[in-house]
């Protein structure tokens, strides 16, 4: 079983930026992608980015292409997504997952609690 935990969220201006940081930890998973997705209130969970955790191939949403990064530390078993320029429409509570899927939510096996971002003046 494999065990994920978000951190980093909080309440941000527009323009400004976070660092969310997903830490995994139970069995290894060097064969999967781990992904962020997103869900605003009233909307359907959405993609935002991937990372294969092998060899660190990227993907992303293409309204976040320009704008956020996904990371790994393979040696400290964590994900990052670094968001800069954030707007007012990036405000979700954001959710790490690990699976064999890129884009599907249907691809994930596991999912970590939540960490709500929060983008307002």
């Known amino acids: 079983q494999v065990r994920l935990v978000e951190s980093g969220g909080g309440l941000v201006q527009p323009g400004g930026s976070l660092r969310l940081s997903c830490a995994a930890s139970g069995r290894t998973f060097s064969s999967y992608a781990m992904g962020w997705f997103r869900q605003a209130p009233g909307k359907e969970r959405e993609f935002v980015a991937a990372?294969?955790?092998?060899?660190?191939?990227?993907y992303y949403l293409d309204s976040v292409k320009d704008r956020f990064t996904i990371a790994r530390d393979t040696a400290k078993n964590t994900a990052y997504l670094q968001m800069n320029s954030l707007k007012p429409e990036d405000t979700a509570v954001y959710y790490c997952?690990?699976?064999?899927?890129?884009?599907?939510?249907?691809?994930?096996?596991?999912w970590g609690q939540g960490t709500q971002v929060t983008v307002s003046s």
């Open positions: 990372i294969r955790w092998s060899v660190g191939d990227t």
């Open positions: 997952a690990a699976g064999g899927g890129i884009y599907m939510k249907s691809g994930y096996d596991h």
